[in-house]
């Protein structure tokens, strides 16, 4: 019996066994496992190999799978390596290392971890054609899988569930959700043509555009949210930051290039997640405190969103749209801000003491910056979306 289709041997079967092995796609969920080891903040090693390999498995298990239903059962594919008996051979070899190495992790780490471990495999060998067509299953079956892949990493060293490697887990699938959106709609014509239903196909390129980024964003944000809670470490937010720039490189890009962009940030947003929970750089160091400007703190904050609200509007050429909007807003504004402060529900230390009309000098600025930043932001996002 051939396992391989263009050849025969030992060393032509192994070849085309090996090039089912994808680094792209398959070194994040391993480096994935050994993010979860490093949250432990110990490593024991065998439970940390074992745990890398069934992810390996797991992955590898997807990918002869995705391979088979794509050329030998839908014909997709214009091409693959293994006859249809050698990628079911294959299969069953994939699936039965990965049995057994989840079983090790039984006994190794205990059945909490193997518990977790079991699902990667799932995920992987019904993706195709079970879950693919689904736009919801083929977007998070990826993500889900590095999810589970952080915090099984991080139970096999410890053998509990961690709110840190949690909120990891959940900060990937919302950024990595985003990501196979984005990847989807490379093919968004091809599978359209055969019903194969993606967010791009089921929502159309630019609306899944518009989720894609809105995902990033939400994960972006609740890498700052976990952060400001003490969850993750105070360098964290770094991670996001450099990813986002990507992101906004990205947004200029048609769907081929923009999934390469993504793709590469992710990389780098998982480095420098790895350096902020391993070195933890910030740790001990105290916020910036602009209290020192005393009675002129509550300005300069001002100033300084203002300067940012002035920049955006006047790159998008909605200055007189902004002030027409402030000048609506206003007398709305100033009576909530008079009656709030007149009936005591907050105080403002940090101020000049200068008051007009009955609300403090800041109090007039910050009705006037707050609107003018919301339609800058507005008409930029307006603006790259054309």
Same mark, same amino acid.
């Given at each position: 019996?051939?396992?391989?289709r263009?050849g025969?041997?030992p ?8 090039s ?6 398959m070194l994040p969920p391993?480096a =994935?496992?050994?993010f ?5 903040e110990r490593f ?5 190999g ?5 992810t390996? *498995?797991a992955?590898?298990t ?6 088979y %239903?794509?050329f030998?059962?839908r ?7 293994l ?5 079911r051979?294959?299969?069953a070899?994939?699936t ?5 190495v989840?079983a090790?992790i ?7 971890t193997?518990?977790l471990t079991a699902?990667m495999?799932?995920?992987?060998f ?8 689904n736009p919801?299953t083929?977007t998070?079956g990826y993500p889900?899988?590095i999810?589970?892949a952080?915090?099984?990493g991080?139970?096999a060293?410890?053998?509990a569930?961690a709110v840190e490697?949690?909120?990891?887990g959940?900060?990937f ?5 985003g990501?196979k959106i984005v990847d ?10 055969i019903?194969?239903?993606?967010v791009?196909?089921?929502?159309g390129v630019r609306?899944?555009r518009r989720?894609a980024?809105?995902l990033?964003?939400a994960g ?6 976990f952060? %400001?809670?003490g969850?993750f470490p105070?360098a964290?937010? *770094?991670?996001?930051?450099?990813f986002g720039?990507? =992101?906004v490189v990205?947004?200029g890009a048609g769907?081929s290039v923009?999934?390469?962009?993504l ?8 480095a ?7 070195f933890r750089?910030?740790a ?7 209290? %020192?400007?005393?009675p002129?703190?509550?300005?300069a904050?001002e %100033?300084?969103?203002?300067a940012?609200a ?5 790159r =998008?050429d909605a200055v007189?749209?902004?002030?027409r ?10 009576v909530?801000?008079w009656?709030?402060?007149s009936v005591?529900? *907050?105080?403002i ?5 200068v008051e007009?009309?009955?609300?403090p ?7 006037v910056v707050v609107?003018?930043l919301?339609?800058?932001?507005h008409?930029?996002?307006?603006e790259?979306?054309?």
């Amino acid at each position: 019996m051939a396992l391989a289709r263009h050849g025969t041997g030992p060393r032509t079967a192994a070849a085309a066994l090996a090039s089912q092995v994808h680094p792209v796609f398959m070194l994040p969920p391993v480096a =994935a496992s050994l993010f979860g080891a490093i949250l432990a903040e110990r490593f024991a090693p065998g439970a940390l190999g074992l745990h890398a390999t069934a992810t390996f *498995f797991a992955v590898y298990t997807a990918h002869l799978k995705d391979g088979y %239903v794509d050329f030998h059962g839908r014909g997709e594919d214009d091409d693959h390596p293994l006859t249809e008996a050698g990628c079911r051979w294959a299969l069953a070899g994939s699936t039965l290392c990965f049995a057994a190495v989840t079983a090790a992790i039984g006994v190794v780490s205990g059945p909490g971890t193997a518990l977790l471990t079991a699902p990667m495999w799932a995920l992987g060998f019904f993706h195709a054609p079970q879950s693919d067509t689904n736009p919801v299953t083929t977007t998070l079956g990826y993500p889900f899988g590095i999810a589970l892949a952080i915090v099984g990493g991080h139970h096999a060293q410890t053998g509990a569930l961690a709110v840190e490697a949690l909120a990891f887990g959940l900060v990937f699938l919302v950024v990595l959700a985003g990501v196979k959106i984005v990847d989807d709609a490379t093919d968004y014509a091809y599978d359209r043509s055969i019903g194969k239903r993606t967010v791009a196909v089921v929502l159309g390129v630019r609306r899944a555009r518009r989720l894609a980024y809105a995902l990033l964003y939400a994960g972006f944000t609740l890498v700052l949210v976990f952060t %400001v809670d003490g969850v993750f470490p105070p360098a964290a937010p *770094f991670a996001a930051v450099a990813f986002g720039v990507v =992101a906004v490189v990205a947004t200029g890009a048609g769907p081929s290039v923009a999934t390469m962009l993504l793709v590469r940030g992710a990389y780098v947003f998982l480095a420098v997640l790895v350096v902020a929970v391993w070195f933890r750089p910030l740790a001990g160091t105290a916020l910036p405190d602009i209290g %020192v400007l005393g009675p002129y703190t509550y300005l300069a904050t001002e %100033v300084v969103f203002g300067a940012v609200a002035l920049a955006l509007l006047r790159r =998008a050429d909605a200055v007189w749209r902004a002030a027409r909007t402030v000048l609506a807003l206003y007398p709305i504004a100033y009576v909530w801000d008079w009656y709030t402060l007149s009936v005591g529900v *907050f105080a403002i230390p940090l101020r000049t003491g200068v008051e007009l009309v009955g609300i403090p000098l800041e109090e007039h600025l910050f009705m006037v910056v707050v609107p003018a930043l919301v339609v800058g932001v507005h008409e930029t996002l307006a603006e790259l979306e054309e």
